[in-house]
């Protein structure tokens, strides 16, 4: 049996950049990136400034401790930028990445974050578990409803990113689906 996904988004999780703006949370470095895909957002605007990122050494490892449970997969708008620009900051290796196709704000007919559905899809009816800023309610009952899978939706702070408590939630839920 092939272990559950685990799809980790970057903006909220691992850069909580809904703090307070000129206050780095404990443990966070600040980055200053220019990625692709930040750029092409940004062209005609005028001059691009670097994105601020904050970012915890200490959840690198903190995911690898999960890899033993789970198979690690980037579900961010930074797509393979997270790769060459988040992963190495943090420790860890090049990890697969899901693609997205569209991204609207919502699920114009689900009246879900746009990624819900294509992570079901992505999913194909293993189990996941992914952690992100924007689950809601609606998420949960999609996923109820068109995931065959276990599913664990985990909303993350964005003001605090990954705690300690939302990495032991994961290694729990992951070892309850194992049995």
């Known amino acids: 049996m092939s272990k559950p996904l685990l799809y980790i988004d970057v903006d909220g999780p691992l850069n909580p950049y809904n703090a307070k703006p000129h206050r780095r949370p404990d443990g966070y470095e600040t980055y200053r990136m220019m990625p692709p895909i930040w750029i092409a957002q940004h062209e005609g605007m005028g ?18 401790a999960l890899a033993d449970r789970f198979e690690l997969v980037w579900a961010t708008t930074w797509e393979h930028d997270a790769n060459e620009y988040i992963g190495p900051k943090i420790g860890l290796p090049v990890l697969p990445v899901v693609e997205w196709d ?9 009246g879900t974050f746009w990624k819900t559905k294509q992570l079901v899809g992505h999913a194909d009816g293993r189990p ?3 952690v992100d ?3 809601t309610r ?17 909303w993350v702070d964005p ?11 994961l290694a729990d839920w992951a070892q309850e689906v194992s049995r």
């Open 159 to 169: 003001a605090k990113g990954l705690l300690d408590s939302d990495f032991q939630a």
């Open 102 to 110: 569209d991204r609207p704000r919502l699920d114009a007919i689900h």
């Open 47 to 64: 001059r691009v400034t670097p994105l601020r990122v904050w970012l915890n050494a200490a959840h690198g490892p903190q995911l690898l």
């Open 133 to 135: 800023d924007d689950i």
């Open 128 to 130: 996941f578990a992914w």
């Open 138 to 154: 609606r998420d949960r009952q999609f996923v109820d409803g068109y995931h065959d899978g276990a599913a664990l939706l985990h």
